[in-house]
């Protein structure tokens, strides 16, 4: 009998360790668990995008090979220049000529953007606001 007695003591005392240990975990991790989830979400990110890249998930791996090659194209000659093998003339044209469809892609953006915001703060030049008329009370 005094070998459980003393078996129930000891398990009693792992107890009260065990049971310190997991209040100290407790008092250290709680600080870290807004840096924890942090890297938790830029993990999930990366893997995300990985997983993109790796199925071309709505163009992704062609729009970014599209926007690399055009950086490319406009940084080559800019370097063929300082190299001495272009004259800046034609450094310039070329350069000028691979920046040709971001300023196209800005325009319709611009003109996207103005649109929008014409319909969201000029609702009186909107077909719909001409048919409505504010009550006079």
Not at 26 to 47: E, K, M, N, Y
Not at 109 to 125: D, F, H, M, N
Request: avoid cysteine; proline fraction near 5%.
């Amino acid at each position: 009998m005094t070998q459980i007695a003393g078996f129930v003591t000891a398990l009693g005392t792992l107890g009260g360790a065990l049971a310190g240990v997991v209040a100290a975990i407790g008092a250290i991790s709680v600080p870290l668990l807004p840096i924890l989830a942090i890297i938790a979400a830029i993990i999930a990110a990366v893997l995300l995008l990985k997983a993109a890249w790796e199925t071309n998930f709505l163009g992704i791996r062609d729009i970014v090979t599209q926007a690399f090659d055009g950086i490319k194209a406009a940084i080559d000659p800019f370097l063929a220049w300082l190299r001495g093998e272009m004259s800046f003339a034609d450094m310039a044209g070329q350069v000028g000529t691979a920046f040709a469809p971001l300023g196209e892609t800005l325009a319709r953006t611009w003109a996207t953007i103005k649109a929008g915001v014409e319909r969201a703060w000029l609702p009186s030049k909107s077909p719909s606001a001409k048919s409505w008329t504010p009550s006079k009370n």
